[in-house]
T-cell receptor, first 115, second 114 residues
């Protein structure tokens, strides 16, 4: 089966600019996650979707970050305006259903550098 | 809140050496425990998991046992290879009203020298 697809792989922008990342989960996976992985740290959950509804966005900086999954399939994560501390790898993951016994499958991530 | 503490790296070993990467956790209830591996330039891949106390997860020669009494899930391999060079993350999740977010440790970078 095809894995989780993310684009772009790399992005370089200046602070205060905006940026968007795209994720296409594994076909049939109802749950989609966005994680932020800062260099030297483990990934941290930003937002979790179940189909097109938000399950958890408690750690999403809502003043600058937004995410949507309008048709319950692919998803977009946006940052506007970007800050230097947003430099990180943004990982998308999906799972078959929202239960702890279904593993999360990760994409290769988008590496964002803020100048 | 939930947390995972991993052995600090980097760890450098010779090929065929024995590997242990320590992981301890703090969580209420009965979390599921995972080891993920991240090869250079790639996303995370599930290496193994254990969902209840005394379970042993295993894959590709790696093993980890869920020890509730010591709140630990140490990763071991008897004979490492150069291809095992990667960053290893310990993680946990608790099913909570459908929220299965993974809480990760900081990762341990492993380098195997031929």
């Amino acid at each position: 089966e095809a894995g989780v697809a993310q684009s772009p792989r790399y992005k370089i922008i200046e602070k205060r600019q905006s940026v968007a990342f795209w994720c296409n989960p594994i076909s049939g996976h109802a749950t989609l996650y966005w994680y932020q992985q800062i260099l030297g740290q483990g990934p941290k959950l930003l937002i979790q979707f179940q189909n097109n509804g938000v399950v958890d966005d408690s750690q999403l900086p809502k003043d600058r970050f937004s995410a949507e999954r309008l048709k319950g399939v692919d998803s977009t994560l946006k940052i506007q305006p970007a800050k230097l501390e947003d430099s990180a790898v943004y990982l998308c993951a999906s799972s078959l259903a929202g239960t702890e016994n279904q593993p999360q499958h990760f994409g290769d991530g988008t590496r964002l550098s803020i100048l | 809140g939930d947390s995972v503490t991993q052995m600090e790296g980097p760890v450098t070993l010779s090929e065929e050496a024995f590997l242990t990467i320590n992981c301890t956790y703090t969580a209420t209830g009965y979390p599921s425990l995972f080891w993920y591996v991240q090869y250079p330039g790639e996303g995370l891949q599930l290496l193994l998991k254990a969902t209840k106390a005394d379970d042993k997860g295993s894959n590709k020669g790696f093993e980890a046992t869920y020890r509730k009494e010591t709140t630990s899930f140490h990763l071991e391999k008897g004979s490492v290879q150069v291809s095992d060079s990667a960053v290893y993350f310990c993680a946990l999740t608790r099913a909570n009203f459908g929220n299965e977010k993974l809480t990760f440790g900081t990762g341990t970078r492993l380098t195997i020298i031929p």
